[in-house]
């Protein structure tokens, strides 16, 4: 449950103008010393290592906030169908299935769409 808290709070920090801000100083700071070190090897190195590192755990972490978002939507979506009366319960677990039977129900789906009239309750206006 740490992870989760700390992946959470690391996401909104990341996320923000400031951390942005911060970042693009550090590669201004980075370029502008350039010459100071002779643009040799290890001033190359600083950045490609510290880029690639940064972005391996970034990969991770935008990992963790999508599935945990997804739950979140998943969660949400189940008690919308299941409070819904006309709603097919059948589509509560549509995670489980194989992308062929997502396929076909998407079709299915599709083709509902094409045959069924518009509500009109369903119009803003």
Same mark, same amino acid.
């Given at each position: 449950m740490k992870f989760e808290r700390f992946a959470q709070w690391l996401a909104k920090v990341s996320g923000r103008p400031l951390?942005?801000?911060?970042a693009?100083?550090?590669i201004i700071t980075w370029a502008v010393s350039g010459p100071l070190f002779?643009?040799?090897?290890?001033? +190359?190195?600083?950045?490609?290592?510290?880029?690639?590192?940064i972005t391996f755990?970034?990969?991770?972490?935008?990992?963790?906030? +999508?599935? =945990?978002d997804n739950d979140?939507?998943?969660? %949400?979506?189940?008690?919308?169908?299941?409070?819904?009366? =006309?709603?097919? %319960?059948a589509l509560l677990d549509l995670e489980?299935?194989?992308?062929?039977?997502?396929?076909?129900?998407? %079709?299915?789906?599709? +083709?509902?769409g094409e045959h069924e009239a518009p509500d009109p309750s369903d119009n803003p206006d």
């Open positions: 951390t942005f801000a911060s693009l100083l550090l002779g643009f040799n090897d290890t001033w +190359q190195l600083v950045i490609n290592t510290s880029t690639t590192i755990l970034m990969v991770f972490l935008i990992q963790n906030t +999508q599935n =945990r979140v939507l998943h969660i %949400k979506i189940d008690e919308l169908l299941r409070t819904t009366q =006309r709603a097919h %319960k489980d299935m194989d992308p062929a039977e997502l396929h076909a129900l998407r %079709k299915h789906y599709q +083709q509902m």
